[in-house]
């Protein structure tokens, strides 16, 4: 894809949702970056559902250690991998208080030696509750960027960088949430909505469905 479709792709998805918001549902960052966690082969909804009971008993890091393993499985059973989640959440939860006073803190490094904190979850939390710049490429972002032509990759770490390289600077704040709700609702994986699409016409993607 050109620079100038570039622009008018990203031009198109702004003027369609301006302001694009994460549709995980939390009020904190601490309660974000759980959710991030929870998310991982799971859905936003199933993630929503079960944080919405397990928030207002524990939406801390002291309230969650002293909810212990048990009582917070019981919450996030119905999502899948629950109880290495689980650890994964106590753990980070004993380390935010160690190391951070209990804040999540706003740096990749610091983020990333979180147990069950990765690469994505990082830059969501970056992106979404301390506004920066960061793509985290999600199955979503992969499969738009690559079958759009926008920036083709072979893997989720050459799409990011591409992305980041390409996209101007006035967009790269929202990128992410729009190429995510884009992927989620327009351009599906097994059929996309290509008459529905906002951007069909700036797309590469050889196999459109009739």
Not at 24 to 40: D, H, M, N, Q, R
Not at 113 to 129: E, I, M
């Amino acid at each position: 894809m050109k620079p100038a479709a570039r622009v008018e792709f990203f031009s198109r998805l702004r003027a369609e949702d301006p302001e694009p918001k994460s549709e995980l549902i939390y009020k904190t960052p601490f309660e974000l970056l759980v959710a991030v966690i929870l998310s991982a082969q799971a859905t936003d909804i199933s993630v929503n559902k079960a944080t919405k009971g397990l928030y207002r008993e524990a939406s801390t890091p002291t309230a969650l250690l002293a909810l212990g393993e048990d009582g917070l499985k019981a919450h996030i059973r119905t999502i899948g991998l629950f109880n290495t989640k689980a650890r994964n959440i106590l753990a980070t939860c004993a380390m935010l208080l160690e190391l951070h006073g209990g804040e999540v803190p706003p740096n990749r490094k610091a983020l990333e030696a979180l147990p069950g904190v990765g690469r994505k979850t990082a830059n969501v939390v970056l992106n979404v509750a301390f506004g920066e710049p960061t793509m985290a490429v999600d199955t979503h972002i992969f499969r738009v960027s690559n079958r759009t032509g926008l920036a083709p990759g072979k893997n989720v770490r050459q799409v990011e960088d591409k992305l980041l390289k390409v996209i101007p600077k006035e967009f790269r704040l929202h990128a992410h949430h729009w190429l995510i709700l884009h992927g989620r609702y327009v351009c599906v994986a097994r059929k996309p909505r290509c008459g529905a699409c906002l951007v069909e016409d700036l797309c590469r993607f050889k196999d459109k469905p009739e």
